[in-house]
């Protein structure tokens, strides 16, 4: 588990965790004082461009004070392919919503995600999400 930044010490509220994907987004929904999160959404995106309308219904729903956006890396904690698009994914959205970003490393998060599901046809991204966005909770 990644060591958060010293800014995110002073983080509550409602949060949004993000799992980006190319095809997929999945959304979780936060809370620092109870440090859980729960599966939101699955937005849609094509070639990485996300459904900015779904997302914008979602902010606007739960105000969120932060966004955790899960860094996808090796298991050797290299970058990979990606890395850099879900970082510039969780930029865009900091600046598009004016709320403060933070990035957690994440590997392994879309295998929990497959564990945890409860139908063999039940997509996982949101899953994920709410699996990195716990994790950086529990890392506060």
Same mark, same amino acid.
Request: glycine share 0%; hydrophobic share 40%.
């Given at each position: 588990m990644a060591k958060q930044p010293q800014s995110a010490a002073g983080v509550s509220g409602v949060l949004l965790g993000f799992d980006f994907g190319l095809k997929r987004i999945g959304?979780?929904?936060g809370q620092t004082i109870s440090r *859980?999160?729960?599966p939101e959404a699955i937005v849609a995106s094509r070639d990485g461009q996300p459904d900015w309308q779904h997302? $914008?219904?979602?902010?606007?729903a739960w105000q969120p004070t932060a966004i955790v956006v899960g860094l996808p890396m090796r298991l050797n904690g290299?970058?990979?392919?990606?890395?850099?698009?879900?970082?510039k994914f969780g930029q865009r959205l900091s600046g598009r919503y004016? *709320?403060?970003?933070?990035?957690?490393?994440?590997q392994l998060s879309s295998i929990e995600a497959e564990q945890r599901k409860? $139908?063999?046809d039940q997509p996982i991204?949101?899953?994920?999400a709410q699996i990195i966005l716990e994790n950086w909770l529990n890392a506060l």
């Open positions: 959304v979780a929904v *859980t999160a729960s997302i $914008s219904r979602i902010f606007e290299e970058p990979q392919a990606l890395t850099q698009p879900a970082r004016q *709320t403060p970003v933070f990035f957690i490393e994440e409860t $139908s063999s991204d949101d899953h994920a």
